[in-house]
């Protein structure tokens, strides 16, 4: 399958190269897509060199799928002529999320609704694809009411230049900020920009995206989204309120055998989800499971999840191995 990887230089691009190398996805040529400066580049993917090329060069290449980070206005422009030659796009930007054409997907939780007409899917914000990944079990056995969620996000969730500026301050060198504010020994309560309302787009994102993909409108969630100097994930703590009660063994227990989820949860042997050890690791990491005594049918967990990975490089390329699994991708595409 000929891949076309937009933004192959990013943090998220460089992590969507490294995982189809290790999930062995079935690419007969790669295609690395960037921006005017980095055309001419040259980046390796399993052991082979490749030039990037620019975007009318990449369509020409007749590729059939597309994975997509480089920023929403990017994707607004050019996803679209990808998708008119017939080429399939998996977007990671905002910016097709909550277009109501658009599916938006995390394959654990409701891959289902894909179709061949899709030809430009979006693949939902890190923060909200590891949340809904541990409710979705639940959800189904308990019906959730409302969520109330505050995430501890990796500085690797802004990009290259945020994670210079923490080990930069760390060093004591002075150098570009991502951030308003010192980011080493501190922590930022904002992630992207401030709405109407008072939340920022990142707390809008969980709050919306969850009702799309879990496809339950009635869903409450509510979301403070805070930056923190960590690299290897981003972490959670969420409170679930269902509309039945539960029993917390058949929580773990169900948890455990939800696909993509990984139970730690022994708080006699210290064992919890820390984002050091979900460092480059595919699954979601629940633990500190126990039940919210102030009120009934409510649980507390704790969520932790590389968010370059199952937050978005493998979350992507999961779309791209459902669609592909059932014949979904386009195959020989007319330019
Ligand atoms: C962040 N979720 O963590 C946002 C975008 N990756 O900054």
Not at 62 to 68: D, T
Not at 92 to 100: I, L, T
Not at 159 to 185: C, H, M, S, W
Request: negative net charge; hydrophobic residues 40%.
């Amino acid at each position: 399958m000929k891949v076309a990887v937009v933004g192959a230089t990013g943090l998220v691009g460089t992590k969507m190269l490294q995982v189809l190398a290790e999930r062995n996805f079935p690419v007969t040529e790669l295609i690395p897509v960037a921006s005017e400066k980095s055309v001419g580049k040259e980046i390796t993917f399993k052991g082979k060199q490749y030039k990037v090329v620019s975007v009318e060069d990449a369509i020409k290449q007749k590729p059939n799928v597309a994975l997509f980070s480089a920023g929403g206005s990017t994707s607004l422009a050019q996803a679209p002529l990808f998708a008119d030659a017939g080429i399939t796009v998996i977007d990671n930007s905002s910016a097709w999320r909550m277009d109501p054409t658009k599916k938006l997907v995390v394959p654990e939780v409701n891959a289902d609704v894909l179709t061949a007409e899709d030809k430009i899917i979006a693949n939902p914000n890190c923060s909200t694809i590891q949340m809904v990944v541990a409710l979705k079990p639940l959800h189904e056995k308990y019906k959730i009411k409302r969520v109330v969620v505050s995430t501890y996000q990796s500085v690797t969730g802004t990009g290259v230049k945020a994670v210079d500026q923490l080990f930069n301050e760390r060093k004591g060198i002075d150098g570009p900020k991502a951030y308003p504010y010192t980011i080493d020994l501190n922590v930022i309560p904002q992630i992207d920009v401030f709405t109407e309302n008072g939340y920022t787009k990142e707390e809008m994102k969980m709050i919306l995206e969850t009702k799309k993909i879990m496809g339950d409108d009635s869903i409450k969630v509510t979301a403070t989204t805070v930056r923190i100097p960590v690299m290897g994930g981003h972490s959670e703590s969420v409170n679930i309120e269902f509309e039945n009660d539960f029993d917390l063994a058949e929580v773990r227990e169900l948890l455990s055998n939800a696909p993509g989820v990984v139970v730690t949860d022994d708080v006699a042997n210290l064992k919890y989800p820390m984002p050091l050890d979900a460092h480059d690791k595919d699954e979601v990491f629940v633990g500190r499971i126990r039940r919210d005594e102030t009120q009934p049918n409510t649980l507390n967990c704790w969520i932790v999840s590389d968010n370059l990975r199952k937050g978005a490089a493998t979350n992507a390329i999961q779309i791209a191995e459902y669609l592909a699994a059932k014949n979904l991708i386009g195959q020989e595409v007319e330019v």
